[in-house]
């Protein structure tokens, strides 16, 4: 697919069942990551926006609570032949907004069908399972635990995954019985509007699902703030979930943050070289490395070192960066000026900081001069007191450490604030198992790719996550759980 010269995009908000302007006309202009050429001007919501979002939402949810599981999924079903039959258009607005190159922005696009017919089946599955009977030996009474909807969702998303962040939260949002407003980023709106179109498109009740862009101090922060919202599910930085958290707590709403990450990829002595390259290259580079998973830290056993480094050099310099509808594209951008600079800084200062630069850090010799990119950066002999090793980067920028004993990695890879995935290379199946068990992360890949099924868990240890997405956890993340107790027999023969 080439990139359209003259493509329409939806701009308008989304609240209680039409395509709105904001309140206060106001846009914000939306780029061409690999061009830096404008594309849109998008409506710009603020907190009148979010207020007329929240009330709707909250008068959809009165019957919309009262619907069966069997009812909402077939609303996501609907929603999966939806954004099936726009796969194309989807995934070209992912490459033109995100930067993405086709073959990952189709992925994009499967992981959000994947998802909402996941959590389809979920949903039919909630009337047989809404209520559990509890039993109290020894007593007269009767205990059942209700599993219920929490009421309006707010969902807040980011740029590094458009449609596929939101997929995980939306879909189990409507499958628990929820009403939602979704804030995408300011940066990537237009898959995400395209993919609001979509459900806007199945006959959802007004109210039901509603989308406000705009920046997070103008939408993101009256949203969390809201009174009428009952639950928070934000994806982004440690920093802003932070704020979220605390601003949440004002109102006692619900809150689950999917935040940063530091991740390390841990290659035995015994690893299988050439799938140890394979996974080096995917956990930093994959997404110009903005991924809150990105096992951007390589911890590598000593005899292994020498080897595993060079070839590490020849592959990354191999790997052909530019624009994202060009073949054989295998990275693209980074997502905008202010994303660009920042990496650029990081590599800067790691080099202040004594780091020895491998290759990369600079913009790549072939790669279009108006866009935002960065060549495959690998840094070796990091000092572990740098911000190059200890900060989230989000970009393709790699840092390599030796090691010489298991314990000796291990402890090297939980010495972090995050907690997030880790990937495991080794011969040994019982190594991997008990590194596995031994890491403080959610997510432990042992001589695996970096795959996320919807039917497991997503979410990390310390300061990485609050709660969990995916799998049943997503959809307990917005449920309430109600206890009624009642006795055995009438009143009335009981006094």
């Known amino acids: 697919m080439n990139a359209p010269n003259d493509a329409q995009f939806l701009t308008q908000l989304y609240i209680d069942g039409r395509w709105v302007d904001g ?27 979010v207020e007329l979002a929240v009330a709707g939402a909250a008068r959809a ?7 069966t599981g069997a009812e909402r999924a077939r609303y996501l079903r609907a929603i999966v032949a939806e954004v099936e039959a726009r796969r194309e258009r989807l995934a070209m607005l992912q490459s033109l907004n995100n930067g993405k190159p086709q073959e990952e922005a189709q992925t994009d696009v499967d992981d959000v069908i994947g998802t909402f017919r996941y959590y389809a089946q979920l949903a039919e599955r909630l009337d047989d399972m809404t209520d559990e009977d509890v ?14 909807p929490c009421g309006v969702a707010a969902l807040i998303v980011p740029w590094n995954f458009p449609m596929v962040t939101t997929a995980w939260k939306l879909a189990p949002a409507l499958a628990a019985g929820c009403t939602v407003v979704l804030k995408p980023s ?26 406000v862009t705009g920046t997070g101090a103008d939408v993101g922060a009256p949203l969390v703030a809201h009174s009428g919202v009952r639950k928070v599910s934000f994806t982004g930085s440690t920093g802003v979930g932070q704020t979220v958290m605390k601003t949440a707590a004002d109102t006692l709403k619900g809150v689950s943050l999917e935040l940063g990450g530091k991740s390390s990829i841990m290659v035995f002595d015994d690893a299988d070289v050439d799938l140890a390259l394979a996974l080096i290259e995917a956990g930093g580079f994959f997404n110009s490395g903005q991924m809150c998973s990105a096992t951007s830290r390589v911890l590598v056993a000593r005899k292994l070192a020498p080897t595993l480094l060079a070839r590490l050099v020849e592959r990354a310099e191999r790997i052909v960066v530019g624009d994202p509808f060009a073949p054989g594209v295998q990275m693209g951008p980074l997502v905008n000026r202010a994303q ?6 990081h590599i800067e200062q790691g080099i202040a900081d004594g780091a020895r630069l491998l290759t990369g850090g600079g913009r790549p010799a072939d790669a279009p001069e108006q866009g935002f990119f960065i060549a495959p950066t690998i840094f070796a002999d990091v000092p572990p007191t740098s911000a190059l090793w200890r900060d989230e980067i989000f970009g393709p920028v790699l840092c390599v450490r030796v090691f010489d004993t298991e314990q000796e990695a291990v402890d090297v890879a939980n010495d972090s604030e995050y907690g997030l995935v880790a990937t495991v290379v080794t011969a040994d199946e019982a190594r991997g198992e008990r590194v596995a068990r031994a890491l403080e992360a959610g997510v432990v890949w042992v001589n695996t790719p970096q795959l996320i099924y919807p039917q497991t ?15 049943p956890f997503g959809l307990a993340a917005f449920q309430e759980i109600k206890q009624v107790l009642t006795l055995r027999q009438p009143i009335s023969q009981s006094i």
């Not at 949810?61 to 619907?67: E, I, K, S, V």
């Not at 709106?189 to 006959?203: D, H, K, N, Q, T």
């Not at 660009?340 to 800084?345: L, S």
């Not at 868990?457 to 799998?471: C, H, I």
């Open 457 to 471: 868990s997503w979410g990390g240890y310390k300061r990485s996550s609050v709660g969990r997405e995916l799998g």
């Open 186 to 211: 300011e940066i990537t709106p237009l898959p995400e509007l395209e993919l609001a179109s979509a459900i806007a498109s199945v006959g959802l009740p007004a109210g039901v699902f509603n989308a």
């Open 135 to 148: 039993s109290i030996p020894s007593t007269e009474y009767r205990a059942r635990i209700c599993r219920e």
């Open 340 to 345: 660009f600079e920042r990496v650029r800084g």
């Open 23 to 49: 309140a206060l006309g106001r846009t914000v202009a939306v780029t061409n990551p690999a061009t830096g050429a404008h594309l849109a001007d998008v409506a710009a919501g603020t907190a009148h926006d």
């Open 61 to 67: 949810f009165r019957a919309w609570r009262q619907t």
